[in-house]
Structure formats: C-alpha cells, structure tokens
C-alpha cells in the first residue's frame, strides 16, 4: 500500500469541482457577464462590478456567493493537482528544481484566487467600491498567469513522456 498522492485521482477530482463550478456559472451568463463568474473576477472596476452584480437577481447573486465559497474547496484541489503535475513534469524533463518552483507558483497561484474571491464577497455583501474590484482582478491576472505557466510546464512534460516513449519504443524495435 502507497501514501504517494495519485495525480490520476487529483486529477478526476479537478475536473469534476471544475465542471460544478462551471454549471453553477451558467445562470450568470449574460450580455454583461458574458463568461458569467469569469467576468465578475475581472471586471477591474467598481462601476463594471455593480453592473455585472445589477444584472444578476437574487438567485443568481447567491449562485455566485456558493460559487465563491466552492472555490475555496477547488482552490485546494486544484493546487495539489497542478503541484503533482508540475513534479511529474519535472521528472520527465529531468529539471527537479525548476518544477519544484513552479509547483510552489500554483500555490501562490491558490493564494491569489483567495484574496481575489475575498475581495469579490466583499463587493457582494456589500457595494464593490475601490479598491476591491480592482485588487480582485488584479489577483485573478496573477492567479491564471501562474496557473498558465504550471500547465504549460505540464504539457512541455507530456511532450518529453512521448518522446521518451517513442524512443524506447524505437530502442526496443517495435
């Protein structure tokens, strides 16, 4: 029996909050939320935050509110995920070091997404007046920048799992 995390697992629970969360985002779509939560998280401004949070009634505001509080569940998840990801990487690419530092940037990456979601419930519960709205998009640039990096360090991985895999294949003749 093994303790070692299963990035297979971390994986599928990824996805899975992923996609709740994306489901409970479909309500606040709308022609001034175009990407629902996703606007909300960027909207840089106190003026672009009420309007996001004017558009939606009370239903989908507290779908947005059981969003933001899920996030901080997927935030967890995700971090792990990426984390492992970035190790397997890491090894595939045989840059122990390099992966661990990027490892460590997913969360920081999970930090951002909460100080962002704690600056969004802020304008929720209350007015969205600055500088909550633009510390929150702030904090979501920086999150998605650090989470795009991690995934394209995962993906550079992936390319040398293949390589590596195609060559042995070659080596053994098959």
């Known amino acids: 029996m093994t303790t070692k995390p299963n990035l297979g697992t971390w994986l599928v629970a990824t996805l899975v909050m992923a996609g709740i969360l994306n489901w409970i985002s479909?309500?606040?779509?709308?022609?001034?939320?175009?990407w629902?939560?996703?606007?909300w998280q960027l909207a840089?401004?106190?003026?672009?935050?009420q309007a996001i949070l004017a558009s939606w009634d009370g239903r989908t505001q507290l779908l947005a509110s059981f969003g933001l509080g899920l996030d901080y569940?997927?935030?967890f998840v995700y971090a792990v995920t990426l984390n492992l990801a970035c190790q397997w990487s890491a090894h595939k690419l045989e840059r122990q070091r390099f992966g661990k530092w990027i490892g460590a940037a997913v969360w920081m990456?999970?930090?951002?997404?909460?100080?962002?979601?704690?600056y969004l419930a802020i304008g929720l519960v209350g007015k969205p007046v600055s500088p909550y709205p633009e510390v929150a998009a702030l904090s979501a640039a920086i999150k998605f920048t650090l989470i795009f990096v991690a995934l394209g360090w995962?993906?550079?991985g992936a390319f040398a799992a293949i390589r590596q895999k195609r060559a042995l294949s070659a080596k053994l003749g098959g």
Do not use: C, K, W, Y
């Open 36 to 39: 629902g939560l996703f606007s």
């Open 44 to 49: 840089a401004t106190p003026q672009r935050a």
């Open 154 to 156: 995962t993906l550079l």
């Open 109 to 118: 990456a999970a930090l951002f997404d909460a100080l962002e979601n704690a």
């Open 26 to 34: 479909i309500p606040l779509v709308n022609e001034v939320a175009p």
């Open 73 to 75: 569940l997927f935030m």
